[in-house]
């Protein structure tokens, strides 16, 4: 999975060095479309994750919604679930950060930044938007850990691609792994993890004038709800699935690439 966030962040920045200076494309595109809750921050980035108290940075990727809906996955399966609203260049808003989560299918516990700390913790952040680079940075809080996330990396096709389910159908896995997920054209959702165990789900469009959709799965009785979008790599377009899910104490999250 690292080598696939990795992969992601560079491919994410080779497209914002190709569209003239990182931000110029991002704001390109915001700019004939009306602002909504979240403002300049509406998108997906990647970036850099970093806790003050592990000293460890690693890789995130981040759907940022008009509406302020705000889903985060880092490449150590951390996901955060958050609500932000902006006014101008800054922004802030809290939700709920996960430590323990189901992450590429298989169960993965991260170990809590202090003894404290529970695998689920409530999350703040705020941070601005810097209109000349076209690239962010926030401070976040949680009850036993802070840091700085810093969005560096934007993904065009957040407002260059539709929003429509024949985009996202297919089959899709994680190389050396049976963990795959396969959406039909009604958008039915199965999900099957490193274990073999099945979760069924759907997806559906949220706006279909951007890619992001609205995206919900099944696990042991519990309704997760959260965000997915298919992005582009090198090997073709709407290549890679990524999704996040989750309810106040369980977290799935998963990066899958196209049979």
């Not at 705000?70 to 951390?78: K, N, R, S, V, Y």
């Not at 560096?152 to 929003?163: A, I, L, R, V």
């Not at 999900?191 to 559906?204: I, P, R, S």
């Not at 090198?234 to 999704?243: A, C, I, K, Q």
Request: glycine share 14%.
């Amino acid at each position: 999975m690292k080598r696939l966030w990795v992969w992601l962040l560079s491919f994410a920045l080779l497209a914002s060095v190709m569209s003239c200076g990182g931000g110029d494309d991002h704001k390109s595109n915001t700019s004939s479309r009306p602002f909504g809750v979240a403002g300049i921050m509406e998108g997906i980035w990647t970036g850099n994750f970093h806790s003050n108290v592990t000293g460890r940075d690693t890789g995130m990727f981040v759907i940022i919604t008009a509406g302020g809906t705000f889903d985060l996955i880092t490449d150590d399966c951390g996901q955060i679930v958050a609500s932000i609203a902006a006014n101008g260049p800054f922004f802030s808003g809290t939700g709920t950060s996960f430590t323990q989560t189901n992450c590429d299918g298989i169960d993965v516990v991260v170990v809590p930044p202090s003894l404290s700390g529970g695998p689920v913790q409530s999350f703040q952040i705020s941070g601005q938007f810097d209109h000349p680079s076209g690239t962010a940075f926030a401070n976040f809080t949680t009850s036993s850990d802070s840091g700085t996330i810093s969005f560096t990396g934007f993904f065009p096709e957040y407002f260059d691609e539709p929003g429509v389910l024949p985009r996202a159908v297919g089959s899709y896995t994680v190389k050396g792994r049976s963990t795959s997920i396969f959406v039909d054209v009604n958008g039915n959702v199965a999900f099957q993890d490193a274990a073999g165990q099945t979760f069924v789900g759907t997806l559906f469009v949220l706006d279909s004038s951007v890619d992001v959709y609205g995206m919900t799965l099944q696990v042991g009785g519990q309704t997760l709800t959260g965000l997915a979008t298919v992005v582009d790599d090198g090997d073709g377009r709407d290549n890679d699935f990524l999704f996040a899910v989750a309810n106040s104490a369980l977290a799935f999250n998963a990066e899958l690439r196209r049979n």
